[in-house]
């Protein structure tokens, strides 16, 4: 009875694991919940309701004594596909049954703590060069390609550091994409960009919440009304963050 | 000339977003070419005078389609193709012009720049989900004649 117990509570350690890392790398919440359901049933708990949202996990199992329940807190959330990806080929390792309850949360534990595959000045990098090519494809010419470069690059660069700064994202984006508008006006202003416009949009791209639109939209249809409704919210406020620090560059001339 | 310039860039701009989301670096190369497809699908669309609504449904889904194969090929969620192939989609520089415009004070011209952003938004979930519920059909019925031969 003890025995069968404690297992519970190491697979629902396990599942709980993976569904934290899921959810705060930006996974869709079906598939957190899925997920979840699929590494349980393939320890043994075939009765299992996990119950996500963007701010939290709510997980219960059922067995043959009382029905356990956890709830765990998810505070900061951030993108990092790699993680999801990982997690995922050991979610169907373990329904492979190639793990045991133990190794499997040691090799989620060594994905949780894992850090970004790529360093500061690569994202920096791809900020500012996919900044310059989206200034190409919204038809900007190629001489306003390097003021874009520049600006994407280093709006990309204040973002992460107002973000370590203060740790509130609406202000971190606000004063992202403040210093996106100023520059851009410094280069138009000195001539060495033509289309103020362009250049903005451009550089603003990396900050644009793309993956958090189209996840509150799935969200919603496939039935998730809460995280739908969270990520919606949550993409407002970035997008309401970026219009205003352009919004405030305008107020200037 | 132009087609080969959006194609470049395209390629370029969602393999490096890919890179900003932290993705895995092996599907750098297919998340390129998922972005390319869609991106080229919406600019000849939108060239030829195809509403820019319907233009977006018509790219989402040849994103999604593109991004199923390559989850099902190389066994990674579908998420990481698709969110590199949208990127470029998004409605960005019309949201930016709806805020310009609000902050002008022509809240006409802003509204109407709103909605299109949110049509456009919403276009693209609409792309995404048709081709994942066409997916599950094909899916489904290819189950059902496996059942039924081996009865």
């Known amino acids: 009875m003890e025995m069968e117990r404690q297992e519970t509570y190491d697979i629902m350690a396990v599942c709980l694991l993976a569904g934290k890392i899921m959810l705060q790398s930006g996974a869709e919440t079906y598939r957190v919940e899925d997920t979840m359901m ?3 049933a393939s320890f043994g708990a075939h009765q299992s309701h996990p119950y996500v949202t963007p701010t939290g996990i709510l997980f219960s199992v059922e067995g043959n004594e009382p029905t356990k329940t956890k709830l765990i807190r998810i505070i900061e959330r951030t993108t990092d596909l790699e993680k999801v990806a990982s997690v995922n080929g050991i979610s169907r390792k373990i329904s492979a049954g190639e793990y045991t309850i133990e190794e499997a949360y040691k090799e989620l534990k060594k994905i949780s703590e894992s850090g970004s595959p790529y360093s500061l000045w690569v994202h920096v990098l791809a900020a500012a060069i996919s900044s310059g090519c989206f200034l190409i494809m919204f038809q ?3 001489g306003d390609f390097f003021p874009a470069f520049v600006t994407g690059g280093l709006g990309f660069l204040s973002l992460l550091y107002f973000h370590q700064l203060v740790p509130i994202k609406f202000f971190s984006e ?10 851009a006006l410094f280069f138009v202003s000195t001539g060495i960009g033509g289309e103020l416009d362009k250049i903005i949009i451009g550089s603003v791209m990396p900050l644009v919440p793309g993956l958090l639109i189209t996840n509150a939209v799935r969200d919603l249809m496939a039935g998730h009304l809460i995280s739908g409704l969270a990520k919606g919210a949550d993409a407002f406020l970035t997008a309401f963050a970026i219009g205003a620090g352009i919004a405030v560059t305008f107020s200037f001339f | 000339m132009t087609i080969i310039e959006q194609l470049l860039t395209s390629f370029i701009a969602s393999a490096a977003f890919v890179i900003i989301f932290n993705g895995p ?3 750098l190369f297919h998340c390129g070419l998922v972005g390319m497809v869609g991106w080229i699908f919406y600019f000849l669309l939108e060239a030829n005078g195809v ?17 199923q194969y390559f989850a099902k090929k190389y066994k990674t969620p579908v998420i990481i193709y698709s969110v590199a192939g ?25 509204i109407n720049l709103a909605a299109k952003a949110f ?5 693209i979930a609409i ?14 019925s290819k189950l059902k004649t496996i059942v039924n031969k081996s009865q």
């Open chain 1, 38 to 40: 699929r590494i349980a």
């Open chain 1, 140 to 142: 900007g010419s190629w």
């Open chain 1, 174 to 183: 606000f004063s992202a994409s403040l210093l996106i508008g100023l520059q």
């Open chain 2, 25 to 27: 670096k092996r599907s």
């Open chain 2, 51 to 67: 509403d820019m609504v319907l233009a977006t449904v018509i790219a989402a889904f040849s994103i999604a389609i593109a991004s």
């Open chain 2, 86 to 110: 949208i990127i470029p989609l998004v409605p960005g520089g019309i949201a930016y012009n709806a805020m310009r415009n609000f902050v002008q004070n022509d809240y006409n011209l802003a």
């Open chain 2, 119 to 123: 049509m456009i938004s919403g276009s």
């Open chain 2, 127 to 140: 792309g995404l989900v048709f081709s994942e519920v066409i997916n599950q059909i094909i899916r489904k």
